[in-house]
């Protein structure tokens, strides 16, 4: 490997699980002080290089090295864990201990009989302060459980950064947060890469934040590095998603299907209501929910019978319509996609098949799968371009973007009235976010109403009619249309930075 200035470079990496070829061949460098944007397909072997540069998984050939050392000698592998540092979108601190104990236990070199609170506090305080002054003088007592999921990664960082890290590898690190957390942790990035010196990778399908955030790319198609050290001003992001195979003719083939979905029936027109605000879902349009995150999941929860308990009411055609249970409302022609894909969404331990007629069963209370349903499902992988081994496969084996295409495939079956998506982007990039966004206008365009709940404003704008803004304490403030639809009306109305 030739002599460069970077802190970490892969190069010719391969890793195979079984017969399944994840890498082969990706290179990737990142020099000191940079900011540098990790992008590539849901599947494209982003998750697989990390776990490799961080010596978490072995690679079968190639070569990994930091700071000029190979991470397979004793010492480059020693370096290696005191030098890099991973934080995902869900945290991995203990959340019954402190701050202070959560940022220096991790560094104790014997037993906990040895742990000393004046050292915690100490040590605590010495990581945290040039990060957040503020936040360190009320939180270094503080359970981990009680604090925000951005207050949760300034600790992760800092314990990082306590330990020598002088590179960052932050997975999905926005995906949980609102518009104005995204900032701060923006300005503390930009903050300790001027100040201290140190690299970040940065993964994450928002094209806004990555362009925001990043000034040079890689990008992994297919296990390779299709393009390596770019600068991102340089490229589109119709580039970018050309470059990730992931340019989309799905609309076309989505017409030529055969999946039914539901006719516009005139007057069937969803209304919520709540003091003085009366929101509208007619059939075919798409209505969007923005601000902070209380107000949309009450509402949510009030249109698909999860929560009778609270102040919507909802009406259908005029009428009063009472929801006592999810599983009613799917029989009132209701659909719901979750955002929490392993929680609420996939039937983990069902195979493919079983989860796209998970819907269709509420209605015709059968289990076994007839040969006209799996000829249907066949057809419809194709259809949305879902990759996978086959029918009967588990969910696991997908990305976490084409995942979400099969929560969205299992309405396409079973002809809803209503479509109500909670964050259907969250995690996944952008060429599939481009199949999701073509998916739901098909269903708009045949009928069905939908309501789109996302903390991208942008998202927001391109794709509703109407989204009705719930300002910081929950409750609903404005409902925004037409001309007077954009980013910066939304900001002003929910109180958060666009």
Not at 48 to 64: F, M, Q, Y
Request: hydrophobic letters at 45%; a neutral charge; aromatic letters at 4%.
């Amino acid at each position: 490997m030739a002599d460069r200035p970077y802190l970490l470079e892969a190069h010719e990496v391969y890793k195979s699980y079984g017969a399944t070829r994840v890498l082969c061949g990706a290179n990737f460098a990142v020099a000191p002080a940079e900011i540098h944007a990790l992008l590539g397909g849901n599947g494209a072997g982003k998750s697989t290089l990390l776990k490799i540069v961080t010596g978490s998984v072995p690679l079968d050939a190639g070569e990994v090295r930091y700071n000029g050392m190979d991470i397979s000698s004793h010492e480059g592998a020693a370096a290696l864990a005191r030098g890099v540092a991973v934080v995902h979108q869900e945290t991995a601190l203990l959340p019954d201990l402190t701050v202070a104990e959560n940022i220096h236990l991790p560094h104790l070199a014997r037993g906990a009989s040895l742990f000393s609170s004046r050292d915690a506090i100490r040590a605590a305080e010495a990581a945290l302060v040039p990060i957040d002054a503020a936040f360190a003088r009320r939180a270094l007592h503080r359970r981990v459980a009680e604090l925000t999921l951005h207050e949760r990664q300034l600790v992760e960082i800092a314990r990082a950064l306590s330990a020598g890290a002088q590179l960052l590898l932050l997975d999905e690190p926005t995906s949980n947060l609102t518009a104005m957390e995204t900032e701060r942790l923006f300005a503390l990035l930009r903050r300790l890469i001027e100040e201290r010196g140190i690299s970040v990778v940065f993964v994450s399908h928002r094209m806004r934040e990555i362009r925001e955030i990043a000034s040079v790319c890689t990008i992994l198609r297919d296990g390779v590095s299709a393009v390596s050290r770019a600068n991102l001003a340089e490229l589109s992001d119709a580039d970018i998603v050309t470059t990730m195979g992931q340019a989309t003719a799905l609309h076309a083939a989505a017409r030529k299907s055969t999946v039914a979905v539901a006719p516009s029936v005139p007057g069937d027109v969803f209304e919520a209501k709540r003091g003085n605000i009366v929101l509208k879902i007619p059939p075919g349009q798409i209505i969007g929910l923005a601000g902070t995150p209380s107000g949309p999941s009450a509402l949510i929860g009030a249109l698909i019978g999860a929560d009778r308990d609270n102040a919507w009411q909802i009406m259908r055609g005029g009428q009063p319509l009472v929801l006592r249970s999810p599983r009613q409302a799917v029989r009132q022609g209701i659909g719901f996609v979750s955002g929490d894909r392993a929680g609420k969404g996939l039937l983990a331990t069902l195979p493919i098949i079983d989860n796209m007629l998970a819907a269709a069963r509420i209605y015709q209370r059968r289990i076994l799968v007839t040969r006209r349903e799996a000829q249907d499902g066949e057809g419809l992988l194709r259809t949305l371009r879902i990759k996978a081994p086959s029918l009967w496969a588990l969910p696991a084996t997908l990305s976490g973007g084409t995942q979400q295409k099969l929560l969205i495939a299992r309405w396409l079956a079973v002809v809803p009235r209503l479509l109500v998506l909670e964050e259907p982007t969250r995690g996944v990039d952008i060429g599939t976010k481009r199949d999701l966004y073509t998916l739901v206008r098909m269903m708009a365009e045949r009928g069905v109403g939908v309501v789109w709940w996302s903390t991208e404003y942008a998202e927001l704008v391109e794709l509703c009619h109407a989204v009705l803004a719930f300002d910081p304490d929950g409750t609903p403030s404005e409902i925004l249309s037409g001309d007077a639809l954009d980013e910066t009306r939304l900001a002003h109305a929910t109180g958060m930075a666009a």
